[in-house]
């Protein structure tokens, strides 16, 4: 909570005149390249070292050197100006206009307030719930709106029925703009870091097969170790996580990969596979024997919802027994509800082998024998192309790590 409320006192213009400074390597060359003056370059930097508590800078008569602080501050604090020198691009095609020329720095971006009320609004749709949100008035809200529509020279928000909703040029840079920020908010927990201190919030979209058992371990091994970080998990589909993945508002999915090469900007990395299981409470009439298809006939299903991976391997390794695609009773890919489900009836679920194993080795659900054909399936990580993770991000992949090599 510290670093976030340390970073809401970072300034993008501090930010940039950091960046200058570290290519130009003296004030008054990065004052040029700015159009400002020397002394406000120089403030800028003093101003930003005293928010961070620590020099960036060595001073010397030949120019200005990076300290090790300054170096780690350094490729986070690119990125975000990157982000932000991304967007007049991007709205220049959306414009279909190109002015034959290199863009001038967006300056109507370099302020992290308005930004902060941009997603908000993007998020809330009422310029009252943003300004309650974040503590300011209605009127602030739409000032801040107005020096943004103004630089970008387009709409960013319009009003309907249902409130104030993006436009398309307004939906294209949101992501843009969400990254650029993430990078400042962890710009406190790098410097930590580098001090010897884990801490900040580690967003994480956990997928149903990884809900049960690895992530929940992986989770307590990191806590016991680093007492200042937070997790925050996120039980979306995996569309959706996706569209927070790439806005940097997840720091990674964890659960069944999904394979697309087309899909340039997000990866995956494989931690195991496993395959589909049939399950039922102890007592049901198939468990314990051999089964055949036709046994199944007239089986009350509970199975993952339509169009994921798992439920597409089912339809498939049934209909490779001679089944029909069966037609379930209850679509879910909340395992409480699917135990629940399971303990009070005679359906049947199709699930992972890994996502109820305390309640296979506790005895509280069975398998039934009969196997599924071509229902292994990788299971991993999926990251943003390029992402910078923070440290407290590293350190839960580094305990996902530690959990798997200990369980398996």
Known sequence: MENKKESNFLKIMQIRAFCMI???GTVSEAANKLFRTQSAVTRSIRDLEHTLATPLFERHASG???TEMGKCVLPRARRAIQELHLIPQLL????????GREEVEPI?????RRLQIFLA???????????NSLGISQPAVSAALKVLEKGADVPLFQRTPKGMMPTTAGREIAPFISRALNEIRHIPEDLAAQKGVLTGTVHVGALPLCRSNLLPLAITRLVRRYPGIKVVTNESAFNALVTELRAGDIDFI????RHNDVVLDIHN????DEELILLARPQHPLVGRPLTPDDLALTQWVLPRDNTPARHLL???LQALGMHAPQPVVESGDLAIVRGILLHSDMVAAVSSHQLEYELRAGILSPLQLSLPNTRREIGLTFRQGALHSPATKALLRCISETLQSTT
């Open 64 to 66: 200005m050197m990076l």
């Open 269 to 272: 990395q494989v931690l195991f």
């Open 22 to 24: 570290a290519e130009r």
């Open 254 to 257: 964890i659960g069944a990969l």
């Open 121 to 131: 609004l993007y998020r809330l749709h009422h310029t009252q719930s943003v300004a």
């Open 315 to 317: 339809d498939l390794a």
């Open 92 to 99: 220049s095609k959306l414009k279909q206009r190109d002015s």
């Open 108 to 112: 109507w971006l370099f302020n992290l």
